[in-house]
């Protein structure tokens, strides 16, 4: 079966859903990049160590993530995307660790700390 080379691979929908996913992932990389930097005055050694194992975990998620991953699109949506707009907020209950250790990530990804 050959396909119409003139027709897109995926939706416009699976594509702002798979951008908006990135989207998520990139904002809790910066959000941990300047955790790390605010850190470095009191340089907890341990604490810079976890936040950079958790950015780098991010990043493998957001470097592995596919658009045609709907499952784990939706999921960085919804899950990421609560824990964003708590924070930005003020009002989580959970500390960017927390919610690293937390998250419903696969589990090759949780295993970056």
Known sequence: M???P???LWSQEEAIAYESACE?????IALYSAEINNQKPQVD???VVRLKAA???FATELRTLHV???EQVSRIREEYGAFIRQHVA???NLSLLDFFSSRQAPDFLKSGM
């Open 55 to 57: 950015r780098g975990s």
């Open 6 to 8: 003139d027709l897109p």
């Open 2 to 4: 050959q396909t119409n």
């Open 90 to 92: 003020g009002v989580s």
């Open 45 to 47: 050694t341990a604490q």
């Open 24 to 28: 998520c992932i990139n904002h809790l």
């Open 68 to 70: 045609f991953d709907r």
